[in-house]
């Protein structure tokens, strides 16, 4: 019995310390100039869509949830944050060169299409995120009449 207290004891104060560990939640100015919305010119539909499901983790506009001060969610929180960034960052999309703008662009439409983003553990807690099956295919046709016309 001893034993279990001491666990659940020294588990509690691990627990307490790592609170003291926190993450950055700073997010960097977005310029509006190089800000994939108003590069585009996107349409207000789509650029809803976009925030909803795309921009927390893909721009430098992140709205993080009360949750994410909490240690060690925080920090699979920022971790999925900075790793979507580096995947695709809309707020710096006027910044990419072509290429990498027709990859990023054939790599969204893919993942939306097979329903690999949003994450279905963002989903959970972010219904906003939750796109229906039409709003999908709004996205996705969105994205391949810019990959058709090469227009980026």
Not at 12 to 40: C, G, M, T
Not at 61 to 78: C, F
């Amino acid at each position: 019995m001893k034993t279990i207290k001491k666990v659940i004891f020294w588990t509690l104060v691990a627990f307490a310390l790592i609170q003291f560990i926190p993450i950055d939640k700073v997010n960097q100015p977005v310029k509006h100039s190089v800000n994939f919305i108003e590069v585009n010119k996107t349409p207000q539909k789509i650029a809803g869509l976009l925030k909803g499901a795309c921009y927390d983790c893909h721009s430098n506009e992140t709205v993080y949830p009360k949750y994410a001060d909490i240690a060690p969610i925080s920090w699979s929180i920022k971790s999925h944050v900075n790793d979507g960034r580096e995947r695709l960052n809309f707020s710096v999309w006027g910044t990419y060169n072509k290429d990498l703008k027709t990859n990023m662009l054939t790599r969204a439409t893919e993942t939306i299409q097979n329903k690999m983003m949003p994450l279905p553990g963002y989903i959970v807690y972010h219904k906003e995120a939750n796109l229906s099956d039409a709003e999908r295919t709004l996205l996705i046709h969105y994205f391949e009449d810019m990959l058709k016309a090469k227009a980026y």
